[in-house]
Nanobody
Framework: QVQLVESGGGSVQAGGSLKLSCVAS????????MAWFRQEPGKEREGVAA???????NYADSVKGRFTISRDNAKNTVYLQMNSLKPEDTAIYYC????????????????????WGQGTQVTVS
């Protein structure tokens, strides 16, 4: 059974940085599309960044140039380096695993991901 566990969230001042990690178990690390999503209270979950098994990467426009996604298949881990954080980045951040053949338009859509972590809170003030 696939399990995803996020860590690295916290509180930071605007302009600061945080690095999120997500460790996957019960899963072969080199396959599948791994992504980060975020959700604010009362709002829909939105895609932040995704990295496919071939290393191709997609970002939401709102985080381009500030966030960097990476993965270490040997450690079954995906990371999200967040720099120049803004108050509007405040949300619960979720790690997700989807199939490895997702087309680009689907890689930031929650509907296409079947495995989710429990989430980690990021607060920017």
């Amino acid at each position: 059974q696939v399990q995803l566990v996020e860590s690295g969230g916290g509180s930071v001042q605007a302009g600061g940085s945080l690095k999120l990690s997500c460790v996957a178990s019960g899963y072969t690390g080199s396959n599948g599309c791994m992504a980060w999503f975020r959700q604010e209270p009362g709002k829909e979950r939105e895609g932040v960044a995704a990295i496919d098994s071939d290393g191709s990467i997609n970002y939401a426009d709102s985080v381009k140039g500030r966030f960097t996604i990476s993965r270490d298949n040997a450690k079954n881990t995906v990371y999200l380096q967040m720099n120049s954080l803004k108050p509007e980045d405040t949300a619960i951040y979720y790690c997700a695993l989807g199939p490895g053949d997702l087309t680009v338009p689907r890689r930031l859509r929650p509907l296409y991901f079947s495995h989710w972590g429990q989430g980690t809170q990021v607060t920017v003030s």
